[in-house]
């Protein structure tokens, strides 16, 4: 069964990094494009990045651009999000999501579990 | 940037009621619209994909409808495990996004 588990979350100060990760299994993941959206707490959803199945395209929105970096390894089957220049308007549950479809962008059949990212001094 | 607004914000229902909601984007997107259900602590479940396509598993008093800028999801026959927020996507274009959420509660 398709599985995704994010990791790397955390307590972190701003102005720091954080790097969160997305293993991925049950599914060919160098068919598909990834996303990462995020959910502020009690709030609604925000997607913040994406990267086509073969990396070759990246994505991001307006308020992580120049900060975070999305990144993949088809051999290990896994997504990467490098978190930089971390704000306090950056602490959300932060989602790995596949596409439903070959084709970027689509929706999302599958997501993670969500990994906890809290940026505070 | 494609905005994506939903209506209404919250709505309280009771089981067996049949309720609508609507999302509008802000220029036209075809039929690239998806709809998710949330439950607390829980990650988006899809419902619904290309406004109207039913996802594999997902109850069939589940429907969508709509095109271009406006779009319904419907539950025909409300279930006590339907109360949950329900949101749009849009994957027209990137970057994607969200509405911001319309919260179903039982009346």
């Known amino acids: 069964q398709v599985q995704l588990v994010e990791s790397g979350g955390g307590v972190v100060q701003p102005g720091r990094s954080l790097r969160l990760s997305c293993a991925a299994s049950?599914?060919?993941?160098?068919?598909?494009?990834i996303h990462w959206v995020r959910q502020a707490p009690g709030k609604g959803l925000e997607w913040v990045a994406a990267?086509?199945?073969?990396?070759?395209?990246?994505y991001y929105a307006d308020s992580v651009k120049g900060r975070f970096i999305i990144s993949r390894d088809n051999s290990k089957n896994t997504l990467y999000l490098q978190m930089n220049s971390l704000r306090t308007e950056d602490t959300a549950v932060y989602y790995c999501?596949?596409?439903?479809?070959?084709?970027?962008?689509?929706?999302?059949?599958?997501w993670g579990q969500g990994t906890l990212v809290t940026v505070s001094s | 940037d494609i905005q994506m607004t939903q209506s209404p914000s919250s709505v309280s229902a009771s089981v067996g009621d049949r309720v609508t909601f609507t999302c509008r984007a802000s220029?036209?997107?075809?039929?690239?619209l998806a709809w998710y259900q949330q439950k607390p602590g829980k990650a988006p479940k899809l419902l619904i994909y290309?406004?109207?396509s039913l996802q594999s598993g997902v109850p069939s008093r589940f429907s969508g409808s709509g095109s271009g800028t406006d779009f319904t999801l419907t539950i025909s026959s409300l279930q006590p495990e339907d109360f949950a927020t329900y949101y749009c996507?849009?994957?027209?274009?990137?970057?994607?996004?969200f509405g911001q959420g319309t919260k179903l509660e039982i009346k």
């Open positions: 999501a596949k596409e439903v479809a070959t084709v970027t962008p689509s929706p999302f059949d599958y």
């Open positions: 049950g599914f060919t993941f160098s068919r598909y494009g």
């Open positions: 990267i086509s199945n073969d990396g070759s395209n990246k």
């Open positions: 220029q036209g997107i075809s039929n690239w």
């Open positions: 290309a406004a109207s």
């Open positions: 996507q849009q994957a027209n274009s990137f970057p994607s996004t």
